[in-house]
């Protein structure tokens, strides 16, 4: 396993966290749904400087299945999604669907912190991957895009599993975090003359652990949630 020091202080932010996610928010901006047509998802629990689409949205607003979610870049946005919550933090763009028991979440850009109460579940799509609580148990995760090919991704609360392109399955345990970096698969010389990668070949996954990762932030979030049951 690989140890990287250097990603170690994005997550010092991570305590703070919980304080943003407790800290009451609030717009005077209307909103109206981005998807009307679709099934409703659920509703915005506090929001500072985000939209659903292409309207400006404020606590109490509805989100449709298919929305995007954004915040700007000094912006926050707390959902409920069923019986779970999801947390945006500054500079994030989700788009969101239902779950038969949860919610998903694709990640274009930003950081999301997905939530699930025991008996529920979440899947946050970036860059090829799935990130998903392990059982049913309450879960917690922090998963942040950085590029094309490199996730940062924690687990506050309960264990998530990752998972690449359908294969390539990796355990994160409460209270660690890691760097996932995306790779091509290199191809055997016999694959191609000049050993480099095949054309359609599947990617590979390779994970640095962030040594003194903060999990403060997930057990607030958590704890925020369960308040607001």
Same mark, same amino acid.
């Given at each position: 396993?690989?140890?990287?020091?250097?990603?170690?202080?994005?997550?010092?932010?991570?305590?703070?966290?919980?304080?943003?996610?407790?800290?009451?928010?609030?717009?005077?901006?209307?909103?109206?749904?981005?998807?009307?047509?679709? &099934?409703? /998802?659920? =509703?915005?629990?506090?929001?500072?400087?985000?939209?659903?689409?292409?309207?400006?949205?404020?606590?109490?607003?509805?989100?449709? %299945?298919? %929305?995007?979610?954004?915040?700007?870049?000094?912006?926050?946005?707390?959902?409920?999604?069923?019986?779970?919550?999801?947390?945006?933090?500054?500079?994030?763009?989700?788009?969101?669907?239902?779950?038969?028991?949860?919610?998903?979440?694709?990640? /274009?850009?930003?950081?999301?912190?997905?939530?699930?109460?025991?008996?529920?579940?979440?899947?946050? /799509?970036?860059?090829?991957?799935? $990130?998903?609580?392990?059982?049913?148990?309450?879960?917690?995760?922090?998963?942040?895009?950085?590029?094309?090919?490199?996730?940062?991704?924690?687990?506050? +609360?309960?264990?998530?599993?990752?998972? /690449?392109?359908?294969? %390539?399955?990796?355990? *994160?345990?409460?209270?660690?975090?890691?760097?996932?970096? *995306?790779?091509?698969?290199?191809?055997?010389?016999?694959?191609?003359?000049?050993?480099?990668?095949? &054309?359609?070949?599947?990617?590979?996954?390779?994970?640095? =652990?962030?040594?003194?990762?903060?999990?403060?932030?997930? +057990?607030? *979030? =958590?704890?925020?949630? $369960?308040?607001?049951?």
């Amino acid at each position: 396993m690989k140890i990287d020091t250097m990603a170690a202080a994005f997550y010092s932010c991570g305590v703070a966290l919980s304080e943003d996610f407790v800290r009451t928010l609030g717009m005077s901006a209307l909103a109206t749904p981005a998807n009307p047509a679709s &099934a409703p /998802l659920g =509703w915005i629990l506090q929001a500072e400087r985000a939209h659903v689409g292409a309207d400006i949205t404020s606590g109490g607003a509805t989100i449709y %299945d298919g %929305d995007r979610l954004e915040t700007q870049e000094d912006g926050t946005l707390r959902a409920r999604l069923g019986n779970s919550q999801m947390y945006l933090r500054p500079g994030t763009l989700a788009e969101v669907h239902g779950l038969p028991n949860g919610y998903s979440a694709s990640l /274009l850009r930003g950081t999301v912190v997905a939530s699930a109460p025991e008996g529920q579940t979440f899947q946050v /799509l970036a860059n090829g991957a799935t $990130i998903r609580p392990v059982g049913t148990k309450a879960s917690v995760a922090q998963v942040t895009w950085v590029n094309a090919k490199e996730l940062l991704l924690t687990s506050n +609360v309960g264990a998530v599993q990752v998972s /690449l392109d359908g294969g %390539d399955v990796k355990t *994160i345990e409460a209270g660690n975090s890691f760097r996932m970096e *995306i790779q091509p698969e290199a191809a055997s010389p016999g694959q191609n003359g000049s050993g480099g990668t095949p &054309a359609g070949g599947r990617n590979r996954a390779i994970y640095f =652990w962030i040594a003194a990762a903060s999990v403060a932030a997930g +057990v607030g *979030i =958590w704890r925020a949630m $369960i308040s607001n049951e």
